[in-house]
């Protein structure tokens, strides 16, 4: 898991650079799910196939941008899957992106995942490193990470982020939300789950939802790389991840760009999310 770790922080060194460079255009291509991509897309995507393509430890990685999975040492333990550069369409405005890592052994699904941790590339570079038992904060300095602090969620919080097309909320869901800004919660949403996750990590509380709605019954966000690595994060800082009923991370996987409804928070918000989508 050591290199595994070294190589995430050399991965978060070279996209750091590639945003620097600042090409956001879109490319010619688009990924498995349709999304047009961008440069920094697959510029991202390449640095971490090459910087992981090495390690022996790794059986097989797995992109949120392509549809295949590489095997990289059949002898190898760890499954990789990853999010090169989640919310990259906001580098262009100018507000933080992010990469995520699910590290899983022998298959991808939530019941396998290890290890998880992401990186919040903003006014500092944030690592985010969670091994299954603490969720460690590292931050960027004179280019090496330096350890800051574990993450603590605390029993309740002041924020909620709401995503998805409000429209197409359900009745239960629109009231829910309703019922938490009428109670005093303050909105905080950017559209880059890495950042604004990170926001009630670090702040200690509140509610991320991504709901399943009319539009996109299954939620949005995938499984794998961005719904299951989060929800161990939150678990190991003492908060939790459900789809609206059940843990998150028992959600069966059946295509590895399956999706989830999903809902990051403090025990207490949670509690509100299960009052809503259990009647
Ligand atoms: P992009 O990668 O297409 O910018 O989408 C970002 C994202 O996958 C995730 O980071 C956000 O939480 C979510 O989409 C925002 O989606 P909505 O714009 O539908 O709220």
Redesign the pocket.
């Known amino acids: 898991m050591t290199e595994i770790f070294e190589a995430i922080k050399e991965s978060a060194k070279q996209i750091k650079s590639i945003i620097e460079l600042g090409d956001s255009s879109k490319s010619d291509s688009s990924n498995s799910t349709g ?1 047009t991509q961008l440069k920094l897309d697959i510029a991202s995507d390449i640095v971490i196939e090459e910087i992981f393509g090495k390690i022996s430890s790794v059986k097989q990685i797995v992109s949120e941008e392509k549809d295949e999975i590489f095997t990289i040492n059949p002898e190898g333990k760890y499954l990789i899957a990853y999010d090169p550069l ?5 580098v262009d405005v100018n507000l933080s992106v992010g990469t995520i890592y699910g590290i899983y052994e022998n298959e991808f699904n939530g019941k396998n995942l290890k290890a998880s941790a992401y990186i919040v590339y903003g006014p500092n570079v944030d690592l985010v490193f969670c091994d299954g038992t603490a969720s460690k904060l590292y931050r960027l300095r004179n280019n090496e990470f330096v350890f800051l602090k574990d993450l603590k969620l605390q029993n309740t919080g002041l924020f909620v982020a709401t ?3 409000q429209q197409c909320w359900y009745p239960h869901h629109k009231k829910m939300v309703d019922d938490m800004f009428e109670s005093g919660y303050k909105l905080r949403y950017s ?4 950042p ?1 996750l990170h926001q009630i990590l670090v702040k200690g509380g509140g509610l991320f939802s ?1 709901p399943g709605a009319s539009d996109k019954p299954k939620g ?2 995938r499984q794998l790389f ?1 719904v299951f690595p989060f929800a161990l994060v939150f678990e190991c800082a003492g908060g939790g991840a459900i789809d609206g009923q059940e843990r998150v991370l028992n959600v069966p996987t059946t295509h590895i760009h399956d999706t989830s409804p999903c809902f990051f928070g403090s025990l207490k918000e949670l509690e509100f999310v299960k009052q809503a989508y259990n009647g």
């Open positions: 999304d989640d919310g990259s369409s906001l995503g998805s097309t559209g880059g789950m890495v604004d991504y949005k966000l961005e």
